[in-house]
């Protein structure tokens, strides 16, 4: 309705993803950079994160406008709650693999055929699995091992991964991902659009159909829309097509605060859209060997750390101090008697030193990504 009395060609604002409406918001180039980078490694995981809305879709929709289908031939896959085996003939049915029954054993033979002949053809494969964070761990373990087929040393496919915040948090704490998480390459969280983007936002969508002027906006009416929208690209839209719609019906050629305060009232009173900013995402610390690009510092408490190596070695000491005692003990009955606990505090000590080896791996592994953190940004902002 509102595009005709504007007289626009189309609708601005829907709310499905649309590669035509791409907006290169900071967050977006960012995102697009690292895909850029993942891609031409040809290898990997490439994993692009943020809230419902940011344009997770929209972003990969324009990569896949740029990609020339002569060298590279895509699979594409929306996930629900798939175990391993689902997952390996829904990834065949995305390559166009006709798979007779549900065995798994047939369809990664088909799959691996598959990427072969492609790779014979000179052209690459990339998987791309939308709402990752709906696949369950066994399923995720799986497109790990979709990543070993290869052709001599060529890696045969690469994967890309967009999910919620909460895959996110899954992929970078989970103990049984450590493999994959070696093998994710890049990764983007994809942040809210900042409060000076809104308005070229909205006037870039409505550039796309055609717009001429008609309506004007006041400018609080754009420092509003981001309150009230947190920034999320699909939030946006929802308030500014009805936002447009209320101007066709009351016949306005100017958008201001009052109709922006009427159609949050309305949106507020069905439930159709919070009725406040969304609160930002908790940071949560990245795994000791993810190799990927971190999107925050990550901290150490040093004297904590300090703490409980000491304590720890002070446990260790005690114990090797009591086998010592008591493995020098007479060889009478009383000694021999006491031989099961001897037994357990070398146990307790191997355990100890164990858990010492793992500690101060993880340590490493923090270090080595700290240093690689402040190398990567060291270098970006020499590029800047």
Known sequence: MFDNFYGLTGKPFQLTPDPAFY??????????????????????????TGEVGAGKSTLVAHLMGTIDPERLTVGQIV????????????????????????????????????????????RRCLLVVDESQ??????????????????????????????????????????????????????????????????PYIIHRLDKV??????????????ELYEASGGIPRRVNQIANRLLLLGAVEERTRIDSAMLKAVLDEMAGEKAFPEAAPQPMPKV???PATPAPLNHEPRLDRTAVEAMLAERDQQIAELQQAIVELASGSQDEAAAALMPEIAALQEKVAHLEAKTFEQERSIRHTLTMLIEWIESEMDEAQAA
Do not use: C, W
């Not at 909460?166 to 994809?190: C, G, K, M, N, Y």
């Not at 055609?210 to 420092?223: A, H, K």
């Open 134 to 199: 709906n696949l369950e761990i066994p399923a995720l373990e799986e497109l790990r091992m979709l990543s070993n087929f290869q052709l001599g040393n060529h890696p045969l496919l690469q994967t890309l991964l967009l999910g919620q915040p909460e895959f996110r948090a899954t992929l970078q704490s989970s103990p049984d991902l450590e493999q994959l998480r070696q093998r994710v390459i890049a990764a983007h969280h994809l942040e809210p659009m900042e409060k000076g983007e809104i308005e």
């Open 210 to 223: 055609g717009y001429n002027g008609n309506p004007s906006f006041d400018q609080r009416v754009f420092m």
């Open 285 to 287: 610390e990245p795994a």
């Open 23 to 48: 907006f290169r918001s900071v967050t977006h180039r960012k995102a697009l950079s690292y895909l850029g980078y993942g891609l031409a490694q040809g290898e990997g995981f490439i994993v692009i």
């Open 79 to 122: 996930t629900s709650k798939l175990d391993d085996e689902e997952i390996i003939h829904v990834v065949a049915q995305s390559f166009g693999l006709d798979i007779e029954g549900h065995d798994k054993a047939s369809a990664l033979g088909s799959i691996e055929g598959f990427l072969h002949e492609e790779a014979r053809a000179g």
